[in-house]
């Protein structure tokens, strides 16, 4: 009644150094070698080894996992919420504008309980007409959502079918 | 599966009564259900959630309907029985602090497919009743996203206007599972005893073709295979990898599936304060078997997508989710297993395993001719118990 779980088998993840895994020591490195490239043909070429390094180590520092989620990523994460949370609250201020520049949906602010939770598949659920329920005895439908017979507007007996919550036939004489 | 009908699946959900594990208490019996549950998911085509609410509940309704039926007893026997039925809830309700477990099984299948099939299945399947119907809303009202402060570092939902005794959520989604042993009662049993309402999700995304499962983890095994040929030294994490991945190919060749797995689990909590106490007593509680981390920003107004029928392409959270084999994703309905306050319809059948929660159930519910036969020594209530 046990198992014994395993490490993420689909994540590839060799070593590199220390606790860097390689393919992130070849991502910075490649990374600050390109800044290094272009430095080199602009004005700054004089600086370019020392922001190299610069460069080096602010992308392992960015790429530093925590929860799962690269540094960069938790601070995105928090500076587009934010600037949500600004947008909604002042929905002409300049927090709005550039909310919408960026086409974040400063709406997702406010949840309500009606359309988050609403069953958007109900009708499919509910209007299913191959699913009746068959009974061998009309007595064992008498109050299970099956086959009713009820006394009805002028005297009349008439029959009225019921599938889940769909009524159906409301009104038909049997 | 096609690409047509994929875009084509709809979510068919269906309510599940948890049972008593207790109930299960063997080792053998223990290992049937795991099979049971397994054999199930192996047969996924598409993306499934599984939610577990623990919620504060009571008897109320419950003395209520004695109440109503005491008035209406021809019989003054039968009264006086339904009164001490009354003075019992009473009394067991003066001194509990109950939580209803509910369970919730959605399936993204296509539209050919009915709720009522499905709900046939998983009962079948899993060995207790399962009834097609939406899922109860995780939170009444409107909710706001409020950033981090106020005793809480982390982002976090309130209720708008009148809080009117609706608590503070926040979202914790999964990242990581650690490679240790899992069953039944580890780490969910202790994690669904907290005293405060939560609740949990499974989400299962993707389940794999398993062909291309296959191809998939031999080719990771191909290249840490090349990786460990070329290294000088040491290096025990890659070792673990190759073992991992030729263990899963040895389950999937026995028939598993392998699954994406993300656990989702919401918190409540009356103030800021308390919300930060419980985010840091539920993390550390299950940092043994998987690490959660709190959504940040608006991941956390979507992670609440989770305890609803939206498809998880559609739910902007960053999907941390962790492969596992079918016999392993089977103990994550492990809170099936753990019934607390489940129902109030039928008889009063005695307590929990546990001794905590009384036990309801009704035999006739769905109109089967039911033979019972109540077993107990002299004087232990059995003719007492059936007249009422």
């Known amino acids: ?174 | 599966m096609s690409r047509f009908r994929k875009d084509h699946l709809v979510p068919r959900t269906v309510l599940i009564e948890p049972f008593d594990l207790a109930m299960h208490g063997t080792e053998e019996r223990l290992i049937l259900l795991q099979n049971r549950f397994a054999l199930w998911l192996r047969g996924l085509g598409g993306p499934a959630r599984f939610v577990t609410w623990q919620m504060p509940a009571d008897l109320s309704p419950r003395v209520q309907y004695v109440t109503e039926m005491a008035e209406a007893a021809d019989n003054h026997c039968r009264r006086a029985l339904l009164v001490e039925y009354r003075r019992h809830y009473e009394l067991l309700q003066s001194d509990a602090n109950y939580q209803r477990a509910s369970c919730g099984l959605a399936v993204w299948s296509d539209p050919s497919q009915t709720a009522r099939a499905l709900a046939r299945s998983v009962a079948g399947s899993f060995d207790t009743f399962a009834m097609e119907a939406p899922w109860p809303a995780l939170f009444t009202g409107d909710y706001e996203l409020r950033e981090p402060g106020g005793g809480y570092r982390g982002w976090h939902l309130a209720p708008v206007g009148s809080p009117g005794g609706r608590p503070l959520y926040a979202f914790l989604s999964s990242h990581q599972f650690q490679p240790t042993i899992w069953d039944f009662r580890r780490p969910f049993k202790s994690l669904l005893s907290r005293g405060f309402p939560l609740a949990v999700c499974i989400d299962i995304p993707k389940t794999w073709d398993q062909n291309d499962a296959i191809n998939e983890l031999e080719s990771v095994v191909q290249a840490y295979s090349v990786h460990l040929a070329t290294l000088r030294g040491e290096d025990s994490r890659s070792i673990k990898k190759v073992n991992d991945c030729r263990q899963a190919l040895e389950e999937l060749n026995m028939g598993d599936a392998l699954h994406d797995v993300q656990i989702v689990v919401a918190l409540t909590a009356p103030n800021t304060r308390t919300l930060r106490d419980r985010v840091d007593e539920v993390v550390k509680l299950v940092k043994p078997w998987f690490g959660l981390r709190a959504e940040i920003g608006e991941a956390q107004s979507e992670a609440a997508k989770f305890f609803g029928t939206h498809s998880t392409k559609s739910i902007a959270v960053p999907h941390t989710t962790w492969p596992v084999v079918s016999r392993e994703l089977a103990l994550l309905f492990a809170p099936l297993g753990l019934r607390k306050l489940a129902g109030l319809d039928g008889t009063l059948r005695g307590e929990d395993a546990g001794g905590a929660y009384p036990v309801f159930h009704n035999s006739w519910r769905d109109k089967r001719a039911t033979h019972e036969v109540w077993v107990g020594g002299s004087g232990y209530g059995k003719v007492r118990r059936t007249a009422a």
């Open chain 1, 1 to 174: 009644m046990a198992a014994q779980f395993k490490s993420n088998v689909r994540l590839r993840e060799e070593k590199g150094f220390g606790s860097v895994s390689m393919k992130r020591l070849i991502f910075c490195g490649v990374g600050a070698v390109l800044v290094f490239m272009v430095l080199r043909f602009t004005p700054l070429s004089g600086v370019a080894l020392p922001l190299l390094v610069v460069v080096f180590i602010l992308l392992l520092v960015l790429t530093g996992s925590r929860g799962g989620l690269p540094l960069w990523q938790r601070l995105l994460l928090g500076l587009r919420g934010v600037l949500v949370l600004a947008a909604a609250r002042k929905p002409h201020g300049a927090a709005a504008q550039v909310a919408q520049m960026l086409n974040l949906d400063p709406t997702i602010v406010h949840l309500s309980q009606s359309l988050l939770f609403k069953s958007k598949y109900k009708a499919v659920t509910d209007t299913d007409w191959s699913e009746w329920v068959i009974f061998a005895n009309l007595e064992e439908a008498e109050g299970a959502r099956g086959l009713r017979f009820i006394k009805e507007i002028g005297h009349k007996e008439i029959g009225h079918k019921e599938i889940g919550h769909k009524e159906i036939g409301h009104g038909e004489p049997l």
